[in-house]
């Protein structure tokens, strides 16, 4: 089986950045995904990380260590409409994409 | 480019009745489609994976005689919710995957909502 924890809720300030972590145990990997969803709104792809490391994209970085089944998604000089729940996925061995249960990311002025 | 649509964007059914809803890659072909189902404030959860010419492949759990899936083409995969009850209510998410990687484009989600 595969499970799949990130935090629930996060609040941070507008221009502070916040970092989101997730820790999985999945049968086979073949990589991790982050996504973005607005209320109502399918995800966006934000991520995707195989090989360790960090991934920087813009204010976006992700990190990911196979050996610790650990991974964080990095949002910098946060906007208010980063304002969203941040979904991390696994792909499994099956090929599929398993998913965390999301954290409401809430960024206040 | 990788553009999923789905429709309907929203429904409203009678329960009882089945309900039909589209997901169309419009400038890529799918090799595989995924139909997801996420309920308010929760996740995402895979109900099935679709290959185009074969049958769908359902998650445990989910009742294949009542969620339909149909992969009919390259560019189209249907789910029919049938027979639906108040508790089918909920965000229906397809997404495709052209078997170029492993990375799923997702439509813009199906909200049913069954009286």
């Known amino acids: 089986g595969q499970n799949i924890d990130q935090p629930t809720e996060m609040t941070a300030t507008e221009g502070a950045i916040v970092q989101i972590n997730c820790t999985y145990q999945t049968s086979g990997f073949n990589g991790l995904f982050w996504y973005q969803q607005h209320a109502g709104e399918a995800p966006t792809f934000l991520s995707y990380n195989v090989l360790d490391g960090l991934e920087e994209k813009g204010r976006f970085s992700s990190f990911l260590s196979r050996s610790k089944g650990y991974s964080y998604l990095l949002l910098k000089e946060l906007q208010m409409k980063d304002s969203a ?15 965390g249960a999301g954290t409401t990311v809430t960024v206040r002025a | 480019g990788a553009v999923v649509s789905q429709h309907p964007s929203w429904v409203i059914c009678k329960s009882g009745t089945s309900v039909k809803i589209e997901c169309r890659s419009l400038d890529f072909q799918a090799t595989t ?12 959860m895979l109900m099935a994976t679709s290959n185009e010419g074969s049958k769908a492949t359902y998650e445990q759990g989910v009742e294949k ?16 919710v049938t027979s639906a009850h108040p508790e089918d209510s909920s965000f229906y998410i397809c997404s495709a995957n052209p078997g170029t990687d492993y ?3 997702f439509g813009p989600g199906t909200r049913l909502t069954v009286t």
Not at chain 1, 85 to 99: E, H, I, M, Q, R
Not at chain 2, 33 to 44: D, G
Request: glycine fraction near 4%.
């Open chain 1, 85 to 99: 729940s941040y979904l991390c996925a696994v792909v499994g061995g099956d090929y599929k994409l398993s998913f």
């Open chain 2, 33 to 44: 489609m995924f139909w997801y189902r996420q309920f308010p404030k929760q996740s995402l």
């Open chain 2, 65 to 80: 005689d009542k969620f339909l899936i149909n992969h009919a083409s390259l560019t189209l995969s249907t789910l029919t």
């Open chain 2, 103 to 105: 990375e799923q484009y």
